[in-house]
């Protein structure tokens, strides 16, 4: 779905709630003539999602390949900078329903130890989550804020332990004092890796797990522009994004 090369505006702030919905219609027919007119077949084998509403009206969205490889280059690179060990370690997502390809496949490398990697459904109850995390034993855990408080709650609630993973990952939404604790209780104070994002943008700022209220940017992949109420370049004011790694 990034096949505007314009900066995007992070946050709905900017836009009345029927501005939204117009916007989001032009966007989606823009996306749909984009890929009935790709004939270099580039779109061919693209990762679907959608968003989740929280700026607008929910979008249908699309990765080529290429595109997705580098949000997953840049997930590898925030975890390795946390001390997740990308071959030995392995990792429990909730994902979206949406996704497709394969989940929790057996590669011959997995059978070996390697590159560990299994999924849940966010459409999953908390309970069959919670059962898979003590099941599987994850190294690595990862959910949306609103999930992971879903599922914590649940445990808080019914009383259930869970397995402590190592690095726990919550990315979308911003982070609230309430799923922190509890993510200190159930998995400790340095667990936290707290990734601001967006589905439309992609990976935009992490923190570390010895500080996760400090936020650090990812120049690398981003341009990042911050204009005050008259237009002009300042340090206050609404941020403007541009993704440098897609078409």
Known sequence: AHLLRPPVQS??????AGERAGAGGAYRDLVKAALDQD??????????????????????????????????????????KN????????SMDVRSPLHEGPGNAKSLLQRIGLLRKYYVSSSDSPEYIIQKLNQLRPDQFKANKSIMHAILQYAEEHQIELHPAKYIVS????????????????FGPNALIDIYASTEAGLLGYTMRDDSHKFHLNPSHYLYTIKNKLGELDNYGELYITNLYMK
């Open 11 to 16: 946050g709905g702030g900017g836009l009345q």
């Open 39 to 80: 004939t270099t077949g580039y779109y061919r084998y693209c990762n679907k999602d959608r968003t989740s509403g929280s700026t607008g009206m929910p979008m249908h969205t699309c990765l080529a390949p290429a595109e997705y490889a580098a949000v997953i280059a840049q997930m590898l690179f925030i975890l390795d």
């Open 83 to 90: 001390g997740y060990r990308v071959f030995r370690d392995s």
């Open 171 to 186: 990315s979308a939404e911003p982070m609230d004092d309430i799923t922190r604790e509890l993510i200190c209780k159930y």
